[in-house]
């Protein structure tokens, strides 16, 4: 499951002419591929899948696509407006790795932890205890 869309691309700072020449099938597994690399640091503090995620997941896992996409369609790390595209994938990486290590806590993630009804499924409730 993807965090980000390619609207979210877009409206993150990689507008649609940047990314003009790379399919929309591309961005999308590069999406799907960012989304599943922000999984394996979520796992440490989520019950995976997620059903609800805040804008600093969608933003990381966007980050993350547009390096890997920009470095696919070719761009040069060393001119100072490409530079921000590689700043911005290194603080994705890092809030990530805040968020395993818990030093941050994402907003609006929606877990698949179980409820206590869940857990513990049919509460039964009887008189006290007799002390046979």
């Not at 960012?34 to 997941?57: E, H, I, K, Q």
């Amino acid at each position: 499951m993807a965090y980000a869309t390619r609207t979210d691309l877009d409206a993150l700072g990689y507008p649609s002419a940047t990314l003009a020449g790379v399919s929309t099938t591309i961005q999308d597994d590069a999406l799907d591929a960012a989304s599943s690399l922000a999984d394996g640091y979520l796992v440490r503090r989520f019950t995976l899948p997620l059903s609800a995620w805040g804008d600093d997941l969608r933003r990381a896992v966007v980050h993350i696509a547009a390096w890997d996409l920009l470095c696919r369609r070719g761009f040069s790390p060393n001119r100072d407006a490409d530079d921000v595209v590689q700043v911005r994938h290194d603080q994705a990486m890092r809030w990530l790795r805040d968020v395993s290590a818990g030093r941050v806590e994402p907003q609006g993630v929606t877990d698949a932890s179980p409820t206590v009804a869940e857990t513990f499924g049919v509460v039964v409730a009887s008189r006290p205890r007799r002390g046979w």
